[in-house]
């Protein structure tokens, strides 16, 4: 399997909303008029001193500043958690594999009940949460899993997923194909039940197609996927460009 495009990200980065321009000097703030949030959106406090850290108005330091391309970007921090994800070339949204390779995506990463969550969560507790998913676009598409866990599983984490998705493109049975496709067409047809959706839907086919597709039509394509199907999909996936 071709290595794919790894990423780590371990530190939490608070983010400066400015609410007038900076003077740069030396690398340092001299100027900061605005206010600290973190990566929910929730302000911290407000920016009350200078000279290339920022303090909170409980004089409390958030972290410390370097200028990046004439802005600023906060230093990193420890962590507790560590968040990866394995990123590979997927299925264009127009192409041929694609119902197969998102079936695939669900048989390892889909829910509760798939290959990753059973392995990496509960059989061996590496992770808190993992998931796969196809994310198709007009000339090529992405197939990635997320996995969160701690700094000192990430590695035996990768690695067991790794194994899982090879083990996968392999070994797809059809208990697993049968269950992915009931939960695709299902989560379908419950989709559609909402105005929202079905202007999602519309608007989706519209721009894909360029006519709307019926459900049926969609749910007729998830039926024709077999075991090979799959198998290929996924081989195709993790073998790389």
Avoid at 32 to 43: A, C, F, H, L, M
Avoid at 85 to 100: L, S
Avoid at 126 to 131: E, F, G, I, P, Q
């Amino acid at each position: 399997m071709k290595a794919p495009i790894v990423t780590w990200l371990l530190p939490t980065i608070l983010l400066l909303t400015l609410t007038s321009p900076m003077v740069l000097a030396d690398g340092n703030i001299s100027k900061v008029n605005g206010s600290i949030r973190d990566d929910s959106g929730q302000t911290v406090g407000d920016v009350e001193t200078v000279n290339g850290s920022i303090t909170l108005e409980d004089s409390v330091t958030a972290g410390n500043l370097e200028t990046v391309s004439g802005g600023v970007r906060i230093g990193r921090t420890a962590s507790e958690q560590a968040q990866i994800t394995f990123g590979f070339e997927g299925p264009a949204e127009r192409a041929d594999d694609y119902f197969a390779g998102r079936l695939f995506a669900d048989v390892v990463g889909g829910g509760a009940s798939s290959r990753l969550f059973h392995q990496l969560r509960e059989e061996r507790g590496l992770a808190y949460t993992v998931s796969a998913t196809v994310h198709p676009f007009a000339d090529t598409g992405l197939f990635y899993v997320h996995a969160a866990t701690s700094p000192r599983q990430a590695a035996a984490a990768s690695q067991l997923i790794e194994e899982i998705l090879h083990d996968a493109a392999e070994t797809v049975t059809q208990r697993e194909l049968d269950r992915v496709r009931i939960r695709a067409s299902a989560g379908l047809l419950m989709h559609l039940e909402t105005p929202w959706g079905q202007a999602a839907y519309a608007a989706r086919q519209l721009a894909v197609y360029e006519r709307l597709v019926e459900s049926g039509e969609v749910i007729e394509q998830l039926a024709t996927a077999t075991l090979d199907d799959l198998g290929a999909a996924g081989a195709k996936m993790l073998s790389g460009p």
